[in-house]
């Protein structure tokens, strides 16, 4: 729960909107989680303290005790949240270099100019390392890399080479993730290529990390998958090595080509140690990011302004979206796609309601249907209806790979439009 959505119910006139403007008065920008924390276990007024995160100039601890306990607390997508005898004080903490610092975890190095990598050098430095951890901007170049990283490793380590991509569903990508954290855990040679999914809320711990030229935002995205717990022998910083591939194509639409052109620029002005110990970097960043002139209809600063974050979320879009599910043959899918099917319902009742689909939707992949490549019309011959007149079609057998995923042909991944 960000800590700028968090607003407490009942406040006086203009007290929500008074709220925010006076941490914005203040030069706080609040993006710090807060964590709302029940009431010490023996009673009494002791005060628990969290550090929860550092947003721009400062971090926020959390404080707790009694007093309130009648409020009701409100997210910003209006759910309610847990009831706890809660009173929510912010601390600022202006000193957040020395932050920063002390909560290092990784060196940083960037490519020299106009220095550049193909797969194949690529493939070789993640063969070299026992455990390495690649993220790329397209589907596609994940697929290729995925291959030649498993030609140069021995045959008796080709099985812990993979691959993740919304090419997969859901389901096949917390089975890979497993699997890779049990390797992790035990020390065992892992290497891992994917695209920009594993940014958030993937808890992996790689010692080293290769990540091609991105936004800003997104490359030390990835360096939080690199010595995460910082358990490196002899207090040793994770490697974070920022790349141009040789093929340096980018997901069409959207502010990525933008953003990835703004991180270019930042890069290449300053030490790879300031991208490690200096925060103010990424307020001048975002700064570009916001003065971009907005899409004709969309006003997305000013609904943040007005805090309609619901319309946020609907509307910021970094990367278009046009894209249609398709149920694929994976793991128990089979089984459920064969139930649902086979069953016998009353003529009263529907053949098909929400809990199949809250079931299916684990083995589901979203497929382009838009221009160049209409995956979704190449597709077509190899799809099939879940149900007659039910518009949710199922991938026959042989066109969904067992570490790849969904391709479109035996050639071609899904076209590179949503990561």
């Known amino acids: 729960m960000r800590g700028h959505q968090l607003l407490q119910a009942g406040f006086p006139a203009r007290g929500q909107q008074g709220f925010a403007s006076a941490l914005v008065s203040l030069g706080l920008q609040c993006a710090a989680f807060l964590e709302l924390l029940p009431d010490p276990p023996h009673g009494g007024d002791t005060e628990t303290k969290k550090l929860r995160n550092i947003a721009g100039a400062f971090a926020l601890s959390v404080e707790v005790d009694d007093a309130f306990a009648d409020r009701q607390w409100y997210g910003s997508h209006g759910d309610t949240l847990p009831h706890h005898h809660a009173h929510v004080k912010l601390h600022v903490l202006w000193n957040c270099s020395k932050l920063f610092q002390a909560l290092r975890r990784v060196d940083y190095h960037f490519p020299k100019p106009d ?43 080709k099985n812990a080479v993979f691959h993740l991509s919304s090419s997969m569903c859901a389901q096949h990508r917390l089975d890979v993730l497993d699997r890779i954290r049990g390797l992790l855990a035990a020390g065992c040679p892992c290497r891992l290529v994917s695209t920009q999914l594993i940014e958030a809320g993937v808890d992996v711990d790689f010692p080293i990390v290769w990540r091609a030229m991105g936004p800003l935002d997104s490359i030390v995205q990835v360096a939080g998958r690199c010595n995460r717990e910082g358990r490196l022998p002899g207090g040793q910083f994770g490697q974070v ?10 997901p069409r639409g959207g502010l990525y080509q933008t ?19 200096n925060p103010a970097l990424f307020s001048r960043y975002f700064g570009m990011i916001h003065a971009l002139p907005q899409p004709e209809g969309v006003a997305i600063q000013e609904h943040r302004r007005e805090l ?22 994976y793991g128990e899918a089979k089984l ?27 083995f589901m992949v979203n497929v382009s249907n838009r221009r160049p490549n209409f995956d979704y019309d190449t597709l077509k011959p190899h799809l099939e209806p879940l149900l007659p007149g039910l518009d949710l079609p199922v991938l026959k057998s042989g066109h969904y790979h067992p570490d790849l995923g969904l391709l479109v042909s035996q050639q071609r991944p899904l076209e590179d439009l949503n990561l």
Not at 241 to 250: E, I, Q, S, W, Y
Not at 336 to 362: C, G, H, M, S, V
Request: charged share 25%.
């Open 259 to 277: 953003a990835t052109g703004f991180a270019g620029t930042m890069l290449a002005g300053m030490t790879p140690q300031e991208l490690a110990t």
């Open 336 to 362: 459920l796609i064969y139930e649902i099917q086979q069953r016998q319902r009353p003529a009263n009742e529907p053949r098909f309601d929400k809990t199949d689909l809250r079931r299916l939707q684990r």
């Open 308 to 329: 309609l974050f619901r319309t946020v979320g609907r509307e910021a879009k970094v990367i278009e979206d046009d894209t249609r599910p398709v149920i694929v043959n």
């Open 115 to 157: 220095e550049k990598l193909d797969w194949k050098q690529l493939a070789q430095m993640l063969g070299g390392k026992s455990q390495a951890l690649c993220v790329v901007n397209l589907r596609r170049h994940a697929a290729v890399l995925w291959e030649e990283v498993r030609n140069c490793v021995p045959d008796s380590e």
């Open 241 to 250: 090595h920022v790349f141009t591939p040789a093929d340096n194509g980018l």
